[in-house]
């Protein structure tokens, strides 16, 4: 409401800023600009908004294979469960404001409602008078202004005895000021105003708004009876004399003939003013300002939606767990970063699914629930299931294969003993079949290591990995399994492949790994890793994709 209420607020002012570019042109012009300013109060962008959401943007499919350590996952996931949730408060301030708004609103309304049977009560009084127009004209006794009355069907109100205080030509002007309200549609606008302030009676912009609708329709009117070649000192006398006679009407929805700034409108009378037309910059400039309107807030519902479906899409997660080779303790804390997955991570739109490798096959224990309920007592009993001769690949295998016939996209939780360095046509079928279904695997192991996808024909013990160190990062390449000198270099491109950093260094091989340390912000990451054999210029090379949290 208060996004809304500023929304409406600076609108208001920039219709305002087009009434002063238009100000010597036609009253009807400005008077819509009136207009828009109030309906704008009525209808929130949010309502734009949400149509341009409704167009909905297919993302193209996003499949990695990443590997995270369970500790970590453990420590990131249970952190928001170390602090006590805070006491609650009541909340006053809301019950208040609403009883006020209520009160100023009910008192908006009977005021209205009472001036409006004062008005039945005129109408119901009158008879008819014989003059020829295209809605009806009666008389009526009071000392009420000429005026229309009714939407649906308009009723031309004229007060008694009031041929007696103009002439034929006055009269007949007057009766064509009103008639211009009629075909103006100008009751039906006032009445929608008139709900505007009641909603929005706290808001001052409201009230200075129905201020100009007023000036501007009674101007409106005017420039349409001079148009007419109705004679100006005749018209403007005729305003002057039911001034004099009358009372103006109590309701801004009857539309009278006294209305607005008298002086001013007799002084456009008399000089019989005429408005210049519209040229081309101004009608643009109209178009355009129309088109910023509609436009703006549905494409803001357009990218709100494609940026909706790229950076958090409706997930299906799949947790699949292999204890095959994992002992008691971490199998604890397996089912421990599962549950706090379920609490902490877990949205109110994620469907999730438990999964455990029994005797080489996937098995589903849970299928896919929104209701966190059914899950965290099926994590809390997971057992170690008997074990067949499978790999982590062939693992993978089985559980994308499972979940290639759904549709969406899916992530696949794989809960391992460690990091399996399985490459070859085995790590090609898994990494198309993952591609293929539209499925993102996440490879949680006990080892502490951050590994990716293998390429080229180096190979060793302990693949190259990326592990957190503080606030730091460090680059780990073994080189035990090569000999002579080698030089390594390393490229680190964030997600949109620029580069962020790198380091080059000549060393000999030895059992440690050789390290290099970076300071990397959150986001995610790609690093090129090129090992040269120098007796032999034999390259080697291996891509790591890692995240820092």
């Known amino acids: 409401m208060i996004a809304h209420l500023w929304q409406s607020t600076w609108f208001a002012a920039i219709a305002a800023l087009l009434t002063l570019a238009f100000r010597n042109n036609r009253a009807h012009i400005r008077f819509c600009l009136w207009l828009c300013a109030s309906l704008k109060f009525l209808v929130p962008f949010a309502l734009l908004i949400s149509l341009g959401s409704r167009i909905h943007w297919q993302p193209a499919p996003n499949t990695t294979i990443v590997t995270a350590t369970l500790a970590v ?80 069907r308009p009723v031309l109100l004229l007060p008694e005895g009031i041929a007696e205080h103009l002439t034929p030509a006055q009269l007949e002007t007057v009766v064509s000021h009103e008639l211009c309200h009629v075909d103006r549609r100008d009751n039906l606008f006032a009445a929608i105003h008139m709900l505007v302030e009641a909603v929005f009676w706290f808001h001052p912009f409201i009230w200075w708004i129905g201020a100009r609708l007023v000036e501007e329709r009674e101007r409106a009117c005017d420039e349409a009876v001079l148009s007419l070649g109705r004679e100006p000192r005749d018209y403007a006398d005729a305003i002057v ?50 088109l910023a309107v509609l436009a703006c807030p549905i494409l803001t519902g357009v990218v709100m939606q494609v940026h909706a479906q790229t950076a958090s899409p409706h997930r299906l997660v799949a947790m699949l767990f292999d204890f095959g080779s994992l002992s008691p303790d971490d199998q604890a804390r397996a089912r421990e970063a599962a549950l706090q997955f379920v609490h902490s991570r877990m949205q109110p739109d994620d469907s999730v699914s438990v999964m455990v490798v029994n005797s080489g096959r996937i098995q589903v224990i849970q299928d896919f629930t929104t209701d966190k309920s059914k899950l965290e007592p099926v994590i809390s009993q997971l057992t170690a299931a008997p074990q067949g001769s499978i790999s982590q690949l062939s693992s993978i295998q089985s559980a994308i294969d499972f979940l290639a016939p759904i549709q969406d996209k899916k992530a696949l939780l794989y809960f391992s003993a460690g990091v399996a360095h399985e490459t070859g046509a085995a790590l090609d079928r898994a990494i198309e079949a993952a591609r293929q279904s539209n499925t993102a695997i996440y490879r949680i192991d006990v080892g502490g290591d951050v590994s990716g996808t293998v390429s080229g024909q180096y190979r060793s013990a302990s693949s190259i990995h990326v592990s957190p160190s503080g606030d730091s990062q460090i680059l780990s390449v073994p080189l035990d399994s090569l000999s002579g000198e080698v030089e390594i270099v390393a490229r680190i491109t964030n997600s949109s492949g620029a580069p962020v950093a790198g380091a080059q260094e000549k060393v000999h091989p030895s059992r440690a790994p050789h390290q290099f340390t970076f300071k990397l912000q959150p986001g995610s990451y790609t690093t090129v890793v090129v090992i040269t054999q120098l007796d032999n210029r034999q390259a080697h090379n291996e891509t790591i994709h890692f995240d820092v949290k």
């Open 241 to 290: 004399r039911v001034c004099r006679a009358y009372l103006e009407s109590p309701l801004v929805c009857v539309s009278g003939v006294t209305g607005a700034n008298l002086k001013r409108r007799i002084e456009a009378i008399m000089s019989n003013y005429r408005a210049q037309t519209l040229n081309r910059w101004k009608t643009s400039l109209l178009a355009g300002a129309a």
């Open 73 to 152: 996952a453990v420590q990131r996931i249970a952190a928001p469960f170390a602090t006590s949730p805070p006491p609650r408060t009541i909340d006053w301030l809301t019950p208040a404001l609403a009883a006020l708004w209520t009160l100023g609103f009910f008192a908006i309304v009977t005021v209205r409602l009472r001036l409006w049977r004062r008005i039945r009560a005129a109408l119901r009084a009158s008879t008819p008078v014989s003059i020829a127009a295209p809605v009806e004209i009666r008389q009526a006794p009071g000392l009420l202004e000429p005026g229309v009355v009714g939407i649906l």
